[in-house]
Every structure is written in structure tokens, then in C-alpha cells.
């Protein structure tokens, strides 16, 4: 099965503090993606990587930048994080090629920032 | 691009009765449509989704949805809801030569006994 993990189930963090959320996959895939996640908005796309040291940006990706050091792992970091960040965010992955079809998604971060 | 709109922010359905959800995707590309499902306080679990040939696609725990490409929507159904069915249900779309999903805002499910 594939499995996508996130580093923190829950996070506290104080406004203007450096936050990263880690997400590993351990299925090889190439493409990974972060979401947030928030009430009446659904799953918006913040940025994702289409491969190792590959980057663009998704839908909202103010306030966010990522890494992709290693294929397996993809980093959100919140530079200087603010209130308005306070969300459940989401990892996903895919592999490239035909046939594979849905993302697999890993158990989501809720971080609050005070 | 594509977007999604989901037409129902919140449906109340007494247990044992029939249940539908409906999603309508905008896109200039072909498709392929999802439905994601969240239990409380879990991640997004893939109930269905439909990439080609027939328009009727079976999922898991009974449900199912239609493809309509003539009013692009992909509505889900269950004949009969059971109260472990409460949940929030994500209706998504890609492109199909893309990776990037599209989601809708979100439908919250209450079952009541």
C-alpha cells in the first residue's frame, strides 16, 4: 500500500515563527502536492513538484515556499507565519505515467498559529 | 484550468434513505473526476472516479456516480445511507494530462438514526 506520511498530526506556533511541515511517500512517486484545507473552500493547492529540486506554484502560494531535496520527501515552510495560515494542510502524491490515475493523500497537519 | 462546483454545502439524510451528492466540473481539456471522502479527524480516502468508457462507476461502502459529459456532472449516489456514512465528501477533477486536482468546497453528510 502506498503510504504518504506527515510529520505532525497537530502544531501550535506563535505569529512570525519559521513552521516546516515535512511529507514523505514511500511509493517512488514522482509528483507530490501540498493543500490546504479549510471550511466552505475545500482543498486549494499551494504548490507542488513534479520532480527532485522542482518546484511551481499552485493556487495560493503566498506566505509559502517548498523544498524537494530527495524524491521521497516534499517540505512546506511557513517563512514567517501568520493567523490568517491556521488551516489543516494536506500532502498528496502520484506517480508519473499512464494508469495511475488518484493522488494518495497522507493524514494532514493541523497547525495553528497564535 | 479546470473548477468544481459543488452544489450542496451540507445534506441531512435520516439513515436507510437514499443519498445525492452533485458535483459540476467546468474544464476546456478532458477530464478525469474523483470523488474523495473525509471521515472526522482523518485524511482523504478515494470512494470512486471515472477516466473512460462507461459513465456509471461503482465505489467502495455502495456508492456510485454518473459521468454526464452533455451537463458536465458527476453526481454521487447511495441508495441507502448508514449512519458511518457521515462525512465530508470531495467531488475533484484533472486534467487528464495533468497531475493538479481541482476541488470543490465540500459536501458534510449527517446521517441521523
Known amino acids: 500500500d502506498v503510504k504518504v506520511t506527515q510529520s505532525s498530526r497537530y502544531l501550535v506556533k506563535r505569529t512570525g515563527e519559521k513552521v516546516f511541515l515535512e511529507c514523505v511517500q514511500d511509493?517512488?512517486?514522482?509528483?507530490m502536492f501540498w493543500y490546504r484545507q479549510d471550511p466552505g473552500l475545500g482543498l486549494r493547492l499551494i504548490y507542488f513538484?513534479?520532480?527532485?529540486?522542482?518546484?511551481e506554484k499552485g493556487d495560493i502560494p503566498e506566505g509559502y515556499s517548498v523544498s524537494r531535496e530527495k524524491k521521497e520527501r516534499f517540505s512546506l515552510i511557513l517563512e514567517s507565519a501568520s493567523t490568517n495560515q491556521t488551516s489543516m494542510y494536506l500532502c498528496?502524491?502520484?506517480?508519473?505515467?499512464?494508469?495511475?490515475?488518484?493522488?494518495?493523500f497522507g493524514p494532514g497537519t493541523r497547525l495553528t498559529v497564535l | 484550468a479546470q473548477s468544481v462546483t459543488q452544489l450542496d454545502s451540507q445534506v441531512p439524510v435520516f439513515e436507510e434513505a437514499p443519498v445525492e451528492l452533485r458535483c459540476n466540473y467546468s474544464?476546456?481539456?478532458?477530464?478525469?473526476l474523483f470523488w474523495y471522502v473525509q471521515y472526522p479527524n482523518q485524511g482523504l480516502q478515494l470512494l470512486l472516479k471515472?477516466?473512460?468508457?462507461?459513465?456509471l462507476v461503482k465505489g467502495i461502502n455502495g456508492f456510485e456516480a454518473e459521468f454526464n459529459k452533455s451537463q458536465t456532472s458527476f453526481h454521487l449516489r447511495k441508495p441507502s445511507v448508514h449512519i458511518s456514512d457521515t462525512a465530508e465528501y470531495f467531488c475533484?477533477?484533472?486534467?487528464?494530462?495533468?497531475?493538479?486536482?481541482?476541488f470543490g468546497a465540500g459536501t458534510t453528510v449527517t446521517v441521523r438514526a
Open positions: 498528496a502524491s502520484i506517480p508519473s505515467g499512464s494508469g495511475h490515475n488518484e493522488q494518495f
Open positions: 511509493m517512488d512517486h514522482e509528483n
Open positions: 513538484s513534479y520532480d527532485v529540486k522542482m518546484k
Open positions: 474544464s476546456s481539456v478532458s477530464v478525469y
Open positions: 471515472y477516466l473512460s468508457g462507461s459513465t
Open positions: 475533484a477533477v484533472r486534467g487528464s494530462n495533468d497531475y493538479k486536482l481541482s
